[in-house]
């Protein structure tokens, strides 16, 4: 079973031997990798390696642990909050999204996401998923508290086609 979890510390010596003989390998299936500070000589080596892999670079490559769906961030100034979720693969229509600010500045957000799915119908081709690294699609719904009450009826926002949901909020 592959270590799968934060990168390991550099003076980490695995307890296994290394296999010198390439035919003596064995093959689990789509693997994750991550190498935060490689060269870029070195990851254009190790992608060019795989045949089925995703290459993470930057800050994707950070490997943070948490929810692809529902990360929040907050902000605010003298007059309002503004915060942004995180919703990659949600549904954008009005009969399937639906974003509500209560008085007390709870945020409760419902929606359908659309990706994880096991087979892909595009371009009339059907494609069947080797990895499924995106939330399973269905129903989710997300709530959040902002620091303080709200006026609600000052509510203005933007789901954009990037997946981030922008709100901003009048202060109470």
Not at 52 to 79: H, Y
Not at 104 to 122: A, L, M, P, Q, S
Not at 126 to 147: A, E, V, Y
Request: aromatic content about 8%.
């Amino acid at each position: 079973m592959p270590y799968i979890g934060p990168p390991l510390p550099h003076s980490y010596i695995p307890s296994s031997p290394r296999v010198e003989d390439p035919e003596a390998m064995v093959k689990v299936g789509p693997a994750m990798v991550y190498c935060p500070l490689t060269t870029s000589q070195e990851w254009d080596d190790i992608v060019s390696a795989t045949k089925a892999g995703v290459s993470l670079t930057g800050t994707a490559a950070m490997g943070k642990v948490g929810p692809v769906i529902g990360r929040v961030d907050i902000a605010e100034n003298e007059n309002s909050y503004f915060f942004r979720v995180s919703l990659p693969g949600v549904a954008r229509d009005q009969n399937s999204f639906s974003c509500d600010m209560e008085p007390d500045g709870k945020v409760k957000i419902r929606g359908v996401t659309t990706t994880g799915e096991n087979i892909v119908c595009k371009n009339s081709q059907i494609f069947r998923m080797q990895s499924k690294n995106l939330c399973p699609p269905g129903h989710f719904s997300i709530t959040f508290q902002l620091p303080g009450p709200v006026n609600n009826l000052q509510f203005s926002g933007a789901f954009g086609a990037d997946g981030i949901l922008e709100g901003s909020v009048g202060k109470r």
